[in-house]
């Protein structure tokens, strides 16, 4: 008599290049929305849908909306870049020299460089408005770096902290968005004299 066949595991399916399906999560969306970024490519809602294999109403339901989808994938770039510089800091002040790396790193980046050509009232309200989450977080993250510096004796204490910050990431925005602003191209060596300036 025939011993009949053992049921193969999902483990041993997939070892075999037959992976079991899968549900996209709101995880999935948000990998793919920062891969069309990371590529200059624009964040479309549709594409992404298509992409997953899911219906507009269910990424909605993920998300919230296209603006806050944006906003986490911008906030993603910004902490990776952020912990990168922590990481490559040799000494002296960390914040000048962090922010004025940002401000280049983001003019150079071909997602942001099509968010700012295509889309540039979107960019400013998402990055700027003092009332958007990027911008609380932003500032959060400039004041802890700058707390830091502060707390080795290496940036003056002239300054409260607080009015500190925002100027520092008034001075990053500003010459991120130059060209919407003023129609020139953005200079980061620029940025990096001014920060150099403020935060010693």
């Known amino acids: 008599m025939q011993e009949a066949a053992r049921p193969t595991t999902a483990l041993r399916r ?3 290049g037959c992976p079991a399906s899968r549900r996209p999560t709101v995880l999935d969306a948000f990998a793919a929305a920062r891969r069309r970024f990371a590529s200059g490519e624009r964040i479309d809602m549709q594409g992404l849908a298509d992409e997953l294999g ?3 109403v269910t990424l909605y339901r993920w998300v919230g909306s296209r603006e806050q989808l944006i906003t986490e994938v911008l906030w993603a770039a910004t902490v990776k870049n952020f912990v990168w ?3 490559q800091h040799t000494g002296g002040p960390r914040s000048a020299v962090a922010l004025a790396s940002f401000v280049r790193d983001v003019n150079d980046h071909p997602g942001m460089r099509q968010l700012l050509r295509d889309e540039p009232a979107l960019a400013l309200g998402l990055l700027t408005s003092t009332s958007g989450e990027y911008q609380r977080r932003y500032l959060g ?3 802890d770096l700058i707390a830091e510096d502060r707390a080795e004796g290496l940036v003056s204490q002239e300054i409260p902290l607080d009015d500190l910050a925002y100027t520092a990431a008034r001075i990053t925005e500003s ?3 130059t060209r919407v ?4 191209a953005p200079d980061a060596r620029r940025a990096a004299v001014v920060l150099g300036v403020l935060l010693r």
């Open 54 to 56: 899911v219906n507009r």
């Open 85 to 87: 510089y922590r990481s």
């Open 181 to 184: 602003l003023i129609g020139e």
């Open 175 to 177: 010459y991120i968005h």
């Open 141 to 143: 993250l400039i004041r």
């Open 14 to 16: 997939a070892l075999d």
